[in-house]
Every structure is written in C-alpha cells, then in structure tokens.
T-cell receptor
Framework: AQRVTQPEKLLSVFKGAPVELKCNYSYSGSPELFWYVQYSRQRLQLLLRHISRESIKGFTADLNKGETSFHLKKPFAQEEDSAMYYCALSGGTGFQKLVFGTGTRLLVSP | NAGVTQTPKFQVLKTGQSMTLQCAQDMNHEYMSWYRQDPGMGLRLIHYSVGAGITDQGEVPNGYNVSRSTTEDFPLRLLSAAPSQTSVYFC??????WGTGELFFGEGSRLTVL
C-alpha cells in the first residue's frame, strides 16, 4: 500500500536559516512525488514535482529511492515561506491513487 | 478564468440533514475529485471522476454521493449528515487523471455538523 509520512507537524525556524521538511514514502513501484503548499487564506497549490526537477521559490526536493525519501529543502528561509506543506505520492496510475501526507506547518520568524 | 470554484465556503448542519457542496471548473478538465481534510489526517480522497458520466469511489466514500453530468460540475452530496463529517472539503481538478500533471484546488468548504 502507498503511504506518505511527514514526521514533523510543526517546523519553526528563523529567517535566513536552512529549511528541510521531511517526507518518507512507502511504495513498491516507481513513485511520482509532489510537494503541495497552502499559504494562509490561499488555495492548496502545487509547489514542485520530482519528475520536473524544478526549483520553485528556492525550494528543491530530491528523490532518494534508497532511503525512500523526498525531503523539501531551502537554503535560506523567508518569512513568506510560512505555510502548510504536504508531500504527496502517486503510484503512476492516476490521481485517484494520489496519497497525501499529514502535512508540516513551517513557521519562519523574523 | 475562475479555476475551481466551491460553494458554500461555510456551512453548519444538524445531524440528519442533507446538503450539496458545489464544485465547478472552467478549465475543461477531465478529472475532478473531492477530498476531506481533517487534523492529523492529511487529505483523503472521497470520490473522483475521470469524465462526464464516470465516477468512482476514493478512500473514504461512505455517506457521500457524487454525479458528473457535465464536464464543468462535480457536486458532492451528503445524504444524512453526521458529526463525523465535520471537516474541510476540497474539490480539485486536472486536465487528465493520469497523475503526472497538476491538481488545481478550490478554496475549500468548511462544514460543521452538530
């Protein structure tokens, strides 16, 4: 069965500090992995997906199949990064198999 | 271009009442879905549709009905509301259901069942 684990409910850092939001997954096949973000009073939106190998708003995420992880990283956090972040996994068979983690709230203080 | 529009944004129901959460998208997306978001549970899929006339159950379908008579609309019906259905509901759509594109979400509907 597919499973996504985000071990931290809350991650609190100071502005300018590095950020790493952890995501571990369980899936026997080749996963499609995503990070979604929900800023205060805004819609949930796609931040990045591993297949695109993009860097969005300074965030990157590398798929590590050996450790079954897809951690989200940013070298220097900004206050506007404060939001709820969800890691999600699709088994490649469609969005009907998209499984979300429980989310991590990132709080960046000045 | 409104994207995905959900109504109402807030609703309070009494146990046993029925209601419909509306969802409409203007992007000509084939795939539409409903999620519920509960504290500590992440988002869980309720029902989804891969096109007009086609719907299927997700992870937590009990107590909910859906239909997809048009490409644009995907209403979620609560037949007899229960306190366990107190949640925030999100509608989402994508061009296709293949899972490689982007899911576009509505703003959410907060439902309280007393």
């Amino acid at each position: 069965a597919q499973r996504v684990t985000q071990p931290e409910k809350l991650l609190s850092v100071f502005k300018g500090a590095p950020v790493e939001l952890k995501c571990n997954y369980s899936y026997s096949g080749s996963p499609e992995l995503f990070w979604y973000v929900q800023y205060s009073r805004q819609r949930l939106q796609l931040l990045l997906r591993h297949i695109s190998r993009e860097s969005i708003k300074g965030f990157t995420a590398d798929l590590n199949k050996g450790e079954t992880s897809f951690h989200l990283k940013k070298p220097f956090a900004q206050e506007e990064d404060s939001a709820m972040y969800y890691c999600a996994l699709s088994g490649g068979t469609g969005f009907q198999k998209l499984v979300f983690g429980t989310g991590t709230r990132l709080l960046v203080s000045p | 271009n409104a994207g995905v529009t959900q109504t109402p944004k807030f609703q309070v129901l009494k146990t046993g009442q029925s209601m419909t959460l509306q969802c409409a998208q203007d992007m000509n997306h084939e795939y539409m879905s409903w999620y519920r978001q509960d504290p500590g549970m992440g988002l869980r899929l309720i029902h989804y549709s891969v096109g007009a006339g086609i719907t299927d159950q997700g992870e937590v379908p009990n107590g909910y009905n859906v239909s997809r008579s048009t490409t644009e609309d995907f209403p979620l019906r609560l037949l007899s509301a229960a306190p366990s259905q107190t949640s925030v509901y999100f509608c989402a759509s994508s061009l296709t259901g293949w899972g490689t594109g982007e899911l576009f979400f509505g703003e959410g509907s907060r439902l309280t069942v007393l």
